[in-house]
């Protein structure tokens, strides 16, 4: 027994005892050199895989950069983007500093702060020196510069936008009994119960409806761009738990066990065991009736004083195996071709990170032309943006939920 | 030479056995106690247990996982028991074998999601009685995913009651069926009371082992867990992957600390379990001593077939609703089918499931053939050396059963990674299924190896074939159909594996189990139903095709033919 911990113990330390990280990440200021240097690789995109449209997209995007660059690009369907942090601390561990597994990650908030702080992102920022970040929408989408309060510094290039909607089937609901803040929801719920829920955190839905509710209900808003507060924590979350704790009884299943996740919504949508759903993307609903997944009759609203939104992204972890590779897929799926066929409902519907004003007529155009359907809200119908807090609020409050009301007591 | 290669293929097979255990378990366990340089652990420190008995709801967790274990284990058993001892020896229970030996086929994750849509509150069976009711919307109960446990009980019950009654088949041949039921009859003695006196406790001594492997799965077990278990909180397997998933990389620590903890929760299921054992050897003596006949046991009887009937009906009755929400296009609540049927889900899965099927079909034969090879090296020595198999063997065998895999695959996962191995990803997949597909194999083969009427091989042998040429021409296709039997059985096992997969192979190589389990966390109905399907006609293919090869092979002979 003890001669294997030693081997064990052996195997580990000259596994992990190699050089510490370099930092020679491939030099951006000569694309061409950039675009030569990643014919041949494999980029291993490592994105969320429970969505078969974006798997599909994902593959449009490997074909179209194999054919334009030479580049394949494998997605690694994750079930949770923390699988993929996972894998890169698991290889930071291991000493492999070099040709890691993972070349792209499709990741925002939380993971992106962790991934930052570790260390474990290609530096120095590349972002703004892609060809294509001329186009990006930095002026009216402040959350391309800020993930969660986090200032992004080019570590992380944007890949779409997200903002908090809300759907219900007008066939069973009328639009003008629909709750207009987190408040009216609550009395809604009171009134329907068993017919709203939310995903249960760490679920990133889930976790986007707390932080809508606790930026409603909170006392000063301002302490959610900054850092948690130890001392003040308790009393400036009171007031969602304090919403929630009248929410649970009158949710579906009395709040004992709560929806997997948007998919899981959108299906109790169709069954009519919900009848008011969120999700962060705006044209879900069209998707979803375009799939047959949601009748017909199902119609968007948001807040009118404001919902969540975001933005995500694509990083780049420092031992990737093919950077350049993954430099120029980011670079292509900030493209106009790229972006435009995102927000075509027909393939994704996920809101452009590009600015209208910055593109070449032809593209702006058919931007313009794009149909969003009848469930979608046009973009100016959308509400003001409530920022995210920082990513310190989430992590208190989903264990702060998991206390409360996840650990059978 | 033909006497060293079973030798070395007994020693090859217990490394295989042991090694990859005991080194997952270290890498497990040195974490456990803060022991992981690369995450600035360099001393031993208890603090990761701290933080573990920190963590909310932790016992209960720990409790559930125990319980439900246990409960599934006991029903299964329970029912296997006593549907074997009502029928065993009748054409009933052939009939019943036929349709059950199938189940064993199904992936755990198919069955569960097949059992989820037929008894949810929006599942196919209100919407059968939907109109009698007037019920327009999904009643607001807590299925699945009540806090008892009680569905994913059910899940389990359906899975592991077929792989009991089998393994309690095979071992029916080793015990004196008629006899003991003619003894017992001519005593007076009910059917079931007559079989449990006389014949179960020898045929219970040849399963445990299988019986403790369903423990240890059941108490351990992950995908079921998800798709029906309690979620506020879940079970500790479940918190477990959730904590080996975790961004934050101090978290690694409470997860080696947690996958200790399961270990101990499974021991304590097993603990438990021998008591269960001594106390029912006490109550079956005290009964049998005071010769209880239980004669009226016709409605017990009947019951057991019912029960098993259920069974393997809500199974196959969830596949079939599986492949109508893989069919579907919209299907609102509560018609009993889809207002259109599509082929989009099918169309838009079948091109990218290509790789994932090549890695499945490659990785499930090549492990299969492996553990085909050792199984036969040992069996041979057995024969060389006139010596069967001890206990001490058999629990070998089990180990990787019995040791749940989620407390020595993250160690594995760690010591891969460590040694550089990217480049032998597919070996290192190959081999970790064998680990797993290697016990089945040999115990589906061994039987039927050592039956086989020794005497045409000492006719051979006598007219001077070698051992080699024996094996090849006489053994080998004498025994053709449970060889291909194995092979079906040890294709499907790989077919199924999850952890060791996602861990092992990282996301770089998919198998089509690893993709399902990943589209099911979209919770997309008619994802799962399409994937859910391929899992299973998979490993049902292999087991067609196998089937046709042994006809094929003996055409012209004609005895062989069955």
Not at chain 2, 460 to 471: E, F, P, W
Request: glycine share 8%; proline share 6%.
């Amino acid at each position: 027994m003890r001669l294997m911990t030693g081997i064990f113990a052996a195997a580990l330390m000259a596994a992990t005892s190699s050089f510490p990280a370099k930092a020679a990440g491939p030099e951006l200021s000569d694309w061409a050199a950039v675009e030569k240097a990643a014919t041949g690789q494999t980029v291993y995109f490592n994105a969320w895989g429970g969505s078969e449209n974006i798997n599909a997209y994902l593959e449009w995007v490997g074909a179209e950069m194999q054919s334009r660059y030479g580049v394949s690009v494998v997605q690694v369907k994750l079930e949770d983007t923390a699988s993929a942090v996972a894998k890169v601390i698991a290889e930071k561990a291991a000493g492999k500093n070099d040709g890691g597994s993972v070349d792209l990650i499709w990741i925002n908030g939380e993971n992106f702060v962790s991934m930052k702080q570790q260390g474990l992102l290609l530096t120095p920022g590349w972002a703004s020196s892609l060809p294509n970040w001329a186009y990006v929408d930095v002026e009216n989408q402040p959350t391309i510069l800020t993930d969660f309060t986090e200032p992004t510094e080019g570590l992380e290039s944007p890949w779409g936008g997200a903002k908090m909607v809300f759907f219900h089937d007008s066939a069973r609901t009328e639009a003008f009994a629909m709750p207009d803040n987190a408040t009216a929801l609550l009395d809604w719920a009171k009134k329907n119960p068993g017919r709203f829920s939310y995903p249960a955190p760490p679920d990133f839905t889930g976790s986007s409806f707390l932080k809508q509710v606790l930026s409603e209900v909170i006392g000063a808003p301002s302490k959610l761009a900054k850092p948690v507060s130890e001392e003040t924590f308790n009393a400036d979350v009171e007031p969602l738990f304090a919403y929630l704790d009248q929410l649970h009884p009158a949710a579906w299943r009395s709040g004992k066990t709560f929806p997997q996740n948007y998919s899981d919504m959108k299906q109790k949508l169709a069954d009519g065991e919900l009848e008011i759903i969120f999700a962060f993307n705006p044209s879900e609903a069209s998707a979803g009736i375009k799939a047959g997944e949601l009748p017909e009759t199902v119609r968007s609203f948001t807040f009118s004083k404001g919902t969540l939104g975001n933005t995500h992204f694509v990083a780049i972890p420092y031992n990737a195996n093919a950077k350049e590779g993954a430099l120029v897929t980011a670079n292509f799926l900030i493209s106009p071709e790229a972006q435009l066929r995102k927000q075509d409902p027909t393939y994704w519907g996920d809101p452009t990170v590009l600015a209208m004003s910055k593109l070449p007529e032809p593209d702006r155009a058919a931007f313009k032309a794009l149909d969003l359907g009848a469930a979608t809200l046009a973009p100016d119908k959308l509400g003001p943006v409530i920022a995210e807090p920082h990513a310190s609020w989430m992590e208190r409050i989903e264990v702060e939920w998991r206390r409360r009301y996840a650990s059978g007591n | 030479m033909t006497a060293l290669l079973p030798r070395s293929a007994v020693a090859l097979t217990l490394g295989l056995l042991v090694l990859p255990i005991t080194f997952g378990l270290l890498g497990t366990l040195l974490p456990a106690f803060g022991y992981l340089p690369a995450l600035g652990g360099h001393d031993l420190s208890l603090q990761p247990f701290r933080d573990l008995a920190a963590t909310p709801g932790l016992p209960t967790a720990a409790v559930l996982s125990v319980a439900t274990g246990l409960a599934a284990t006991l029903i299964s058993l329970g029912i296997t028991l006593i549907f074997v001892a009502s029928y065993a020896g009748t054409p009933t229970l052939s009939r019943l074998q036929h349709l059950l030996s199938p189940l064993l086929a199904v992936p755990h994750a198919a069955a569960a999601f097949g059992l989820a849509f037929l008894i949810a509150p929006s599942g196919f069976l209100i919407r059968l009685v939907a109109p009698l009711f007037g019920i327009d919307r999904p009643p607001d109960i807590l299925i699945p995913h009540d806090p008892m446990g009680l569905t994913m009980i059910a899940g389990l019950v359906i899975k592991e009651t077929p792989f009991l009654f089998l393994v309690t088949l095979a071992a029916l041949p080793q015990v004196e069926l008629s006899a003991a039921r003619r003894l017992a009859a001519s005593f007076g003695y009910g059917r079931i009371a007559g079989f449990v006196y006389l014949l179960w406790p020898s045929l219970y001594r040849q399963i445990r082992f299988a019986v403790y492997a369903v423990i240890a799965y059941s108490s351990s077990v992950v995908d079921v867990a998800l798709i029906l278990g309690p979620n506020l909180p879940g079970t500790l397997a479940t918190r477990l992957v959730q904590w080996m998933n975790d961004p934050d990389l101090s978290v690694r620590f409470l997860a080696s600390a947690g996958a200790v903890l399961q270990l101990g929760v499974t021991l304590a299921g097993l603990l438990f379990w021998f008591v269960l054992e001594r106390l029912a050897a006490v109550l079956l003596r005290a009964s049998r001593e005071r010769g209880w006949r239980f004669v009226r046991d016709q409605f017990l009887r009947r019951v057991s077939i019912l029960v098993v009937g259920l069974i393997g009906g809500a199974v196959f009755a969830g596949l079939a609703i599986l492949a109508i929400w893989s069919l579907a296009g919209l299907w609102q609540f509560p018609d009993l089918l889809p207002q259109s049927f599509t082929l989009r889900s099918w169309m838009s899965a079948l091109p990218r499931i290509g790789d994932p099927l090549v890695t499945t079909l490659v990785t499930g034969f090549a492990s299969t053939l492996l553990a085909i090879l050792l199984t036969i090296g040992c069996l041979e020595r057995e024969i060389q050396t006139g010596r069967s198999a001890s206990q001490k063997a058999l629990l070998m065998l089990y180990l990787p059963l019995i040791v749940p895999q989620i407390t020595f695959v993250f160690g594995l996962q760690l010591l891969f990674i460590g040694s550089g191995g990217g480049e032998y990803r597919l070996t290192a997949l190959v081999l970790v299924h064998l680990v797993f597909v290697l016990p089945y194999v040999f115990l589906s083969l061994a039987d039927p190896w050592r039956a086989l009427d020794r005497r045409y091989e000492i006719i051979a042998t006598a007219l001077g074939r070698s051992r080699l040429s024996v094996l090849v021409s006489i053994r080998l296709p004498m025994l053709i159909r449970p060889i291909l039997t194995a092979l079906a059985l040890g294709f499907a096992v790989s077919v199924g594996q999850y952890l060791p997969t996602l861990l092992i192979a990282e996301g770089r190589l998919s198998t089509i189990t690893t993709e399902a389990v990943a589209l099911a966390s979209g919770n997309n109905r008619r994802v799962i139903g399409v994937y859910a399907l391929l899992q299973t006609i998979v490993p049902f293919l292999a087991f067609a095709l196998l089937a046709l090869i042994p006809s094929a092979l003996h055409r012209n002979r004609r005895e062989m033919r069955v």
